[in-house]
């Protein structure tokens, strides 16, 4: 944002000016994560609905946030591109309501990385012996 950040402090979304000073603008139902700002002052997030399921939301500035698209627990991601474009990625419950939201969605998985234009979706590769590589690492740590 222009005027400072936006971000998490508890369970609260808060926006943080340049001097420090802390204004709350929603408390969603838990914990958020994956916090993208728009280019019209509203601000997507990921809030988790329970241990299973999660909502991408949309505060648009006052009032409550709204749902935009619901998934599965790590299966829905935010993606921030240029000039406040947001990008929905993952597996959407249903039909995302992202029309007129200023997030797009693309249909790729969650861990796709996007172009900061928007334009092109790459899905990580690894081969066979990275995969092996990367397991061993992971019981070692």
Not at 20 to 41: C, E, H
Not at 50 to 66: E, H, I, P, R
């Amino acid at each position: 944002m222009k005027d400072g950040t936006v971000a998490a402090l508890g369970s609260r979304l808060v926006h943080l000016d340049h001097f420090g000073k802390v204004k709350n603008l929603a408390d969603p139902d838990s914990a958020r994560f994956g916090i993208r700002a728009a280019a019209d002052g509203k601000v997507a997030f990921v809030d988790r609905k329970n241990d299973a399921a999660v909502n991408a939301k949309l505060f648009t500035g006052s009032g409550k946030s709204t749902a935009i698209a619901s998934g599965r627990r790590c299966d829905l991601n935010l993606i921030q591109g240029e000039a406040g474009k947001i990008s929905l990625t993952g597996h959407p419950m249903g039909t995302p309501a992202t029309a007129g939201t200023g997030v797009t969605r693309v249909n790729a998985p969650h861990d796709t990385d996007v172009s900061f234009h928007g334009r092109l979706a790459v899905d990580p590769v690894l081969t066979s012996g990275m995969r092996a590589g990367l397991l061993i690492w992971r019981r070692r740590r």
